[in-house]
């Protein structure tokens, strides 16, 4: 039987003239499950549950700036079919620009972010980004949006750069999802930005001697105690504080790529103790009464008063003195020139002007003994036994009395 000719050259020319499976895509990589199946909803793509893990095991990557790509919102069914090709390929875009490492695949972000994660995929602004990349501990982190717009089929990126706490959008418009030359542009646009972004962060290393010290770089806290902690490079405050001691503040330049470690040394807070010099120059001026203004103390009063009491006296015994005298019979007519009133009121004025002398005297002494001798004994130790307690309690009551 003979074959004819035609047959197998029709077969190879088919071959020919079909376009390979990747040039369908337009893509040299597809990862993405099942495409025959129905698509499936946004939060359920397979797009964000791909095995894909660019994350670098380089040590240096370390302190590169932690990149999450959240997700890809794709109202349009058209744009859901292609999901998972334009996360993987925006994916690559931004990790070939070789200044982040990956923080977190979008299956690990969804794991963390839970119930949060829808809201978070739809946000584009920093007020409602920030709290997802504190979450994932993301420098930065990227959502984005692939739908049918007037203008035609547009990639909307919304990158949030957690340092500077502000938001930058990346625009790509093309015919269709599965356009080639669209996707490429859109990817190439995300790692233009990773490379005005991506600074690489610097180690800083801070040792404090208390547990539980607080250690704050500008409003933000690293944690308590001796820490490490990965921050971008310029001039940060760096505070450390504990109650009851001491704070601690430095100014830090970081460099990119660099290290700094800080050792804070934290002092107890309040007036240092006293020295055995303090104490004997504090027991000096006291023994010359420096301690208190002589004016401050109730026995400078008290003398005031001993001292008028004794001039009053005085006063009273000269006046009794006059009417002694004058009583007496000057021109001899057997009559005494004074009155019995006048005699017995002397009499009594006299009585009054002693004791006034006596009183005043006792308590003017007693009042100048208690200023220049007691404030010298009143610092000595205290007594170890009752007996001696009472006896320098009776020393002060008979000298000064209760001044």
């Not at 794709?74 to 998972?84: C, V």
């Not at 925006?90 to 794991?111: F, I, K, N, P």
């Not at 409602?128 to 979450?135: G, Q, T």
């Not at 949030?160 to 356009?179: I, L, M, Q």
Request: charged share 20%; hydrophobic share 40%; proline share 6%.
């Amino acid at each position: 039987m003979r074959i004819p000719v035609f047959a197998p050259a029709a077969f190879v020319a088919l071959a020919l003239l079909a376009p390979p499976s990747w040039a369908q895509e337009g893509l040299g990589l597809d990862l993405s499950s099942e495409t025959s199946t129905p698509a499936p909803t946004d939060a359920q793509q397979p797009g964000l549950d791909m095995g894909l893990d660019l994350r670098e095991s380089d040590p240096k990557a370390a302190l590169l700036p932690r990149f999450v790509l959240l997700g890809l919102e794709t109202p349009e069914r058209a744009g859901a079919q292609q999901a998972s090709v334009w996360l993987k390929e925006l994916l690559r875009g931004a990790m070939s620009s070789g200044m982040v490492t990956l923080g977190a695949t979008s299956q690990e972000a969804r794991e963390r972010l839970e119930a949060g994660y829808g809201a978070a995929l739809r946000c584009s602004t920093a007020t409602c980004l920030a709290e997802p990349a504190e979450s994932l501990d993301a420098d930065l982190l990227t959502t984005a949006r692939l739908s049918l717009e007037d203008a035609g089929w547009t990639l909307r990126a919304w990158t949030y750069d957690r340092d500077r706490n502000v938001v930058h959008e990346d625009a790509v418009s093309g015919r269709n999802p599965k356009d080639a030359a669209f996707v490429k542009e859109a990817a190439g646009k995300l790692s233009s930005r990773m490379m005005m972004l991506g600074r690489p962060r610097a180690m800083l290393k801070v040792t404090v001697n208390v547990p539980q010290a607080v250690v704050k770089v500008g409003e933000r806290i690293l944690g308590v105690g001796s820490v490490e902690a990965r921050l971008p490079p310029g001039t940060h405050t760096l505070e450390v504080s504990a109650d009851e001691y001491s704070t601690v503040t430095k100014t830090l330049n970081l460099k990119p790529g660099g290290s700094e470690e800080v050792d804070a040394r934290l002092e107890i807070s309040g007036p240092a103790p006293e020295g055995p010099e303090e104490a004997v120059a504090r027991l000096s001026r006291t023994s010359r009464g420096e301690g208190t203004p002589i004016y401050k103390r109730p026995a400078f009063y008290s003398a005031l008063v001993g001292l008028a009491a004794v001039g009053a006296g005085v006063v009273m015994g000269l006046g009794a003195k006059d009417v002694e005298k004058r009583a007496v019979d000057a021109d001899g007519d057997g009559v005494i020139d004074v009155t019995r009133k006048e005699r017995l009121d002397a009499n009594s004025q006299a009585n009054l002007a002693t004791a006034l002398l006596i009183g005043g005297g006792v308590a003017t002494a007693g009042s100048v003994t208690w200023l220049l001798v007691v404030p010298s004994r009143s610092e000595a130790p205290a007594p170890t036994s009752a007996g001696t307690g009472s006896a320098a309690t009776a020393v002060h009551v008979v000298v000064g009395g209760s001044f």
